[in-house]
């Protein structure tokens, strides 16, 4: 079975500031692969970027980077150059034959 | 390409009564799928399928029941609504089973 856990239930971060949402996660697949989605107060879910376990460098989307600590078993993103446009709740995920969501990040951009 | 859309995109039912969810792709994706979202949670698997003609059950399929007649779409069932159910559904599909998924909009039940 795998498990992702999200501990921060609400973050708040400073406009043009970096801010990092935390992701650990469980599994005994040696091959696995994670993801962030942003989900918006619209509703609809917003692919950000992928993870996989062999991948030799940490992946990264423009502002959007995965800082990936395979023996810590952590995914945690981090938004740089926070913008108010980043206010959304976001979740991370992990694959295997499955999608097994967290529970997800709610971050609030302060002008 | 409309991606994935779903209809509709809301629904209030009675408890007890039935109804059908659609999810259709335009993307010729393989696999499909269909999560719930309950209020402050992530997103959690009911049912998906791997191919035209095929399902699964996921982490919480008790009280739903799926079709994949076509490649293209993906139904969702409720036979007897509760208000358990309510929830926001989400359909998602993908080429390839390890890659990232496309989400349709949503589509918001309530069961009184």
Known sequence: AQKITQTQPG????????????????????SYGLFWYKQPSSGEMIFLIYQGSYD???????????NFQKARKSANLVISASQLGDSAMYFCAMRGAQLTFGSGT???VLP | NAGVTQ?????????GQSMTLLC???MNHEYMYWYRQDPGMGLRLIHYSVGEGTTAKGEVPDGYNVSRL??????LGLE???????????????GVPYNEQFFGPGTRLTVL
């Open chain 1, 106 to 108: 709610q971050l609030t």
């Open chain 2, 70 to 75: 076509k490649k293209q779409n993906f139904l």
């Open chain 1, 11 to 30: 973050m708040f971060v400073q406009e043009k500031e970096a801010v990092t949402l935390d992701c650990t996660y469980d599994t005994s697949d040696p």
């Open chain 2, 24 to 26: 259709a792709q335009d």
């Open chain 1, 56 to 66: 030799q460098q940490n992946a990264t989307e423009g502002r959007y980077s995965l």
């Open chain 2, 7 to 15: 209809t509709p995109k809301f629904r209030v039912l009675k408890t």
């Open chain 2, 80 to 94: 007897s609504a509760a208000p358990s159910q309510t929830s926001v559904y989400f359909c998602a599909s993908t």
